[in-house]
């Protein structure tokens, strides 16, 4: 039928095998794509990163042409999962100082973890005052509810 060769057939087939497991079948089609859309590296660095292969995903993050929020959310979550907080971190000071990509309620929700495992109350008060700054969280219910429980979790409690 010639669908073989078509992007989208070929990013279903990588979100198939990566998320079923199959990490050499999906690393043989991601491979083997001549083109692939940002939505191809997306699917392909989340689903490693669900799968732990934290190291492999990074690789192909710094190779992607044409990062986006999602992409850096991804790779930010994956880190935080895999109790990589200080690289977590880095990711999201990279996110948004160097390449001026704004976070999400995602990105934002992913990073807190990371803050509250390494425990430092600046870093807390960074990620409030980037939020109410931006007004980023105000209409986030879940990343105020977040926002709270890690300045409890950093000790930093407002009166």
Sequence with gaps: MGFESHLYVKTGLVNMYVESGGLAECK???????EKYRVTWNVMITGLAKQGEIEFARFL???????????WSRMIDGHTRMNGYSEAL???RRMVADDGVE????TVL???????N??????????????EKRGSHVHHIRVTNSLIDTNAKCGWYVH
């Excluded at 993050?61 to 992409?71: L, N, Q, Y």
Aim: hydrophobic content about 50%; glycine content about 8%; some cysteine.
């Design 28 to 34: 043989k089609v991601f491979d083997e794509m001549p």
């Design 61 to 71: 993050f710094e190779k992607m042409p044409d990062r986006d929020i999602v992409s």
């Design 90 to 92: 880095g990711l999201f």
């Design 103 to 106: 976070p999400c309620e995602i």
């Design 110 to 116: 992913a990073i807190l973890p990371a803050v509250w």
């Design 118 to 131: 390494i425990g430092d109350v600046k870093i807390c008060q960074l990620i409030l005052g980037y939020g």
